[in-house]
């Protein structure tokens, strides 16, 4: 009796031992109703210990020169991961000459950048680090920096078996930006959830907006071709866009076609940010843009009448997520166990 007894309690111990000893580090990454699979590069698989360790640092404000930004400094949650700056400031108040965009579902983009400068999410880290106008560090110093912070070093082990170095901080950061997935909007609920949620005006603005040819260039489930065109803003670019990386003049003008998801909170609007509200990007679009040698033949005068305007306006305030926006899972205080 008694032996039976203590082999029963020897096999509880080392059962319970063995749970503590293996935790489950995998990540499952949500993926709503109408969005295809995230691709993710096979040496950066989302885990818990990576996606908690890219949190931190892009919440970490010791990534910047004089440890004043962040990440998050830019890309706020509330803002659905942008701001409502034109230009957002850098260290020392700098400014750079682009609009911060929204991170809201970047674990999709294909390339990175208005320009398209970028080609993966891993890289795309170093440029705000280095830049002058964000965060001013060169990256040797930033890891330097970083990885004399002994929980980094025992993160960076733990999620990428590894010390801390530039392949821990590009590929953890890249991790948690793609875990900010964003598919629970009105426009989700009544398109790929199958409920009737929208008002007559929303779906008046959900019909012009596929008739109008918007969903022609802010296509798919994200609302983005992911290519680059000139909507015909100015009759003269000082920012070239896409030419910046082609030097080719038929690119001049041309911005990557951006996300419309969470855009009644990303105001103001265009690459430059020139545009202060959702009603005078409908107010610019309706009159058909500048006259541009490389602007779309898409953009042309769309004689929208002052209720299709505001019924366009309401199908993309749908766009805004606000499980999204307030998902704690997001945010600096929450871990993933
Ligand atoms: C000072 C403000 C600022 C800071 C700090 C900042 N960003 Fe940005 N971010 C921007 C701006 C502006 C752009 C647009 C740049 C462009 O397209 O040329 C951008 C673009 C991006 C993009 C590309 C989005 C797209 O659709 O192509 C990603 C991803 C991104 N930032 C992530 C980060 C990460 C990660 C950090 C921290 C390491 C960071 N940002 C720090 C302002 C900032
Ligand atoms: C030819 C492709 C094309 C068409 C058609 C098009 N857009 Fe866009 N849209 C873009 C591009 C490219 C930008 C970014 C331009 C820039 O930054 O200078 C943009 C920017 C926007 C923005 C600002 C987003 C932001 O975050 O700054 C909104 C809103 C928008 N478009 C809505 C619409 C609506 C509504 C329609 C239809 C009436 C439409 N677009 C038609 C390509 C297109």
Not at 50 to 60: P, W
Request: glycine share 6%.
């Amino acid at each position: 009796m008694n032996k039976h007894i203590w082999i029963i309690a020897s096999f509880v111990f080392l059962f319970s031992c063995n749970k503590e000893e293996v935790k489950d580090d995998s990540f499952v990454l949500e993926q709503p109703e109408g969005f295809p699979a995230m691709q993710i590069p096979s040496d950066n698989q989302l885990t818990k210990s990576r996606v908690n360790l890219g949190k931190k640092l892009f919440f970490d404000k010791r990534l910047s020169e004089d440890s004043t930004v962040s990440c998050a400094s830019c890309h706020l949650q509330p803002m659905g991961f942008a701001d409502n700056f034109q230009i957002s400031p850098g260290v020392h108040g700098n400014l750079g000459f682009r609009n911060t965009p929204t991170l809201t579902n970047i674990g999709y983009a294909e390339i990175f950048f208005m320009d398209g400068g970028v080609p993966t999410l891993e890289l795309q880290v170093l440029n705000p680090i280095e830049n002058p106008d964000e965060m001013n560090m060169p990256v040797p110093q930033a890891i330097e920096r970083m990885a004399a912070i002994p929980e980094y070093q025992q993160m960076a082990l733990e999620a990428y078996d590894r010390p801390f170095d530039a392949f821990v901080l590009t590929r953890a950061i890249a991790a948690y930006e793609r875990t900010l997935v964003s598919g629970n909007s009105k426009f989700d609920q009544e398109v790929y959830q199958g409920k009737n949620v929208f008002s007559q005006s929303e779906q008046n603005g959900y019909q012009l907006f596929l008739d109008k040819g918007c969903a022609d260039c802010h296509s798919g489930f994200n609302f983005t071709d992911n290519d680059f065109h000139n909507i015909g803003l100015y009759e003269i670019y000082t920012d070239i866009g896409r030419k910046r990386v082609t030097i080719l003049d038929s690119d001049e003008g041309k911005f990557k076609t951006p996300t419309l998801r969470n855009v009644e909170l990303t105001a103001p609007y265009m690459h430059d940010g020139s545009l202060a509200s959702l009603e005078e990007v409908v107010d610019f679009l309706n009159t058909g843009g500048e006259t541009h040698v490389n602007k779309s033949s898409l953009i042309q005068p769309l004689n929208l009448t002052v209720s299709e305007k505001a019924d366009l306006v309401a199908f993309l305030k749908t766009l805004t997520d606000w499980d999204f926006v307030n998902n704690e899972k997001h945010g600096i205080y929450y871990t993933y166990e």
